[in-house]
């Protein structure tokens, strides 16, 4: 869909800002520019709308040199959003989000009906319409940014961190929205970001840049924390990889097994013969309601009878992930994470060291072209179904409300 080859960004002061760069990025897709302060990223995105020209290389759009595009026509398909919103103060919300419509011929009547229907989608209310920026929060204008950048429905979005000037809630809050917005749309967006777990939880795939300009690997992101590519990917991607590589692992992929688990109808008697220091006791749908210590159980009578500690947390094999599960087994007292099905029955139970091996054989799904980053810039099709499925887990998990937040936009032209 869009596509870098061999691209260099050399300024006349000495810089390069881009070095070299083959990459291939898929159509409706969430593609992730990260990497430290000054490596690149913005000059990469704002090669793809022709605010920055490349040095040598060629960017192409659907096969098509964008050199052979003339710039106001290539931004009409490419929505644009930066950090601050970059809404016009004087004119009210509705107005803002009108600009490109507008620009574009439309009727007033027309882009106003637009814009409204932008404001709803992004999740304002309709009283914000007649608003001005300055009477938004940070959060709220960095919504009506990215509705402002839908405008003209372009199929492109370049979101230039987007999200970076907000505090970590509303952020969240942004981010989930963003993802649901996007389930919705299925535009193809590039996404810079220099915050790693921002790019994780958003990426379909994720381009690392390094200093100089330099693409360092093209990934999944869960591919990414499976496997980076060298030191320096391994270190940005931080020291806690192996924990958050769970959370694209399902729950249902790490083997259970039957464990001790008794009715609680149960003769105390069967619990001591069970040779196990923990049952689990169930009610007849099999639902867990606490687990007994065995050496603390009374002499005669049921497990009803029997003191029950609490679980902690199930986890879910249908819907939660292996990090779900891990937790399980580290918050219970028993030391076994407790897996149930959709209705909440116990299937099996599982200690950590279980579910780390579970893990371990849990195959990394192949990128085999997103793999090829340096060599051959082909790319990775469109995140796999699985990947989509654990990253949308992790997105409800953290941050399930929505809320308001900020947004900037600007139809290509000026705005830097
Ligand atoms: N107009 C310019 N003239 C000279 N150097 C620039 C210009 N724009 C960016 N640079 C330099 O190019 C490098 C990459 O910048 P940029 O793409 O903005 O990085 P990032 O977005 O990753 O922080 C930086 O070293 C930056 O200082
Ligand atoms: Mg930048």
Redesign the pocket.
């Known amino acids: 869909m869009i596509k870098f080859d061999a691209v260099s960004k050399n300024?006349p002061?000495g810089?390069t800002?881009v070095d070299d760069l083959s990459l291939e990025l898929a159509e409706g897709g969430i593609t992730v520019l990260v990497?430290p302060?000054?490596?690149?990223?913005?000059?990469?995105l704002r090669m793809i709308n022709r605010m920055v020209e490349p040095t040598a290389g060629t960017v192409s759009l659907r096969g098509r040199d964008i050199r052979e595009v003339n710039a106001p026509e290539l931004r009409r398909g490419i929505g644009y959003v930066i950090q601050h919103a970059g809404l016009f103060p004087h004119r009210t919300i509705l107005d803002n989000i009108a600009t490109v419509p507008l620009l574009l011929g439309w009727s007033r009547k027309k882009a106003r009906a637009r814009a409204a229907e932008l404001l709803e989608l992004v999740g304002l209310p309709g009283e914000m319409a007649k608003r001005y920026p300055s009477q938004l929060s940070g959060g709220q204008q960095q919504r009506v940014g990215v509705a402002r950048a839908l405008g003209a429905d372009p199929p492109v979005l370049l979101m230039d961190e987007p999200f970076s000037a907000v505090d970590p809630i509303v952020r969240a809050e942004l981010q989930a929205e963003f993802i649901r917005l996007q389930k919705e749309l299925h535009k193809t967006i590039v996404f810079?970001t220099h915050d790693i777990d921002e790019a994780i939880k958003l990426g379909d795939n994720i381009a690392v840049?390094r200093t100089g300009?330099r693409l360092a690997q093209f990934d999944t992101p869960e591919r990414l924390l499976a496997q980076p590519a060298d030191d320096f990917v391994a270190g940005f991607v931080g020291q806690d990889r192996g924990i958050r590589r769970l959370s694209f692992v399902k729950a249902a992929q790490v083997p259970l097994r039957e464990g001790a688990v008794l009715s609680a109808t149960s003769p105390v008697t069967r619990a001591r013969a069970s040779d196990e220091p923990w049952v689990l006791v169930v009610d007849a749908e099999r639902r867990p309601l606490g687990w007994a210590a065995v050496a603390e159980l009374p002499e005669s009578g049921t497990l009803a009878d029997a003191p029950l500690t609490p679980l902690g947390h199930t986890f879910s094999l249908v819907g939660d992930s292996a990090r779900a599960a891990l937790d399980s087994a580290l918050l219970s007292p028993s030391r076994l994470a407790v897996g149930v099905d959709a209705d909440g029955a116990v299937v099996g139970v599982a200690d950590a060291h279980e579910l780390s091996a579970g893990v371990a054989a849990a195959e990394v799904p192949e990128a085999a072209e997103a793999a090829a980053v340096d060599a051959a810039p082909e790319v990775a099709k469109d995140g796999d179904a699985e990947s989509r499925v654990a990253k949308d887990e992790v997105a409800k998990g953290v941050d399930a409300k929505t809320g308001d937040a900020a947004g900037s936009v600007g139809p290509g032209g000026g705005e830097r």
Do not use: E
């Not at 302060?37 to 990469?44: A, D, F, I, L």
């Open positions: 300024y002061n810089t800002a990497g302060s000054g490596c690149g990223k913005t000059t990469t810079v840049f300009g």
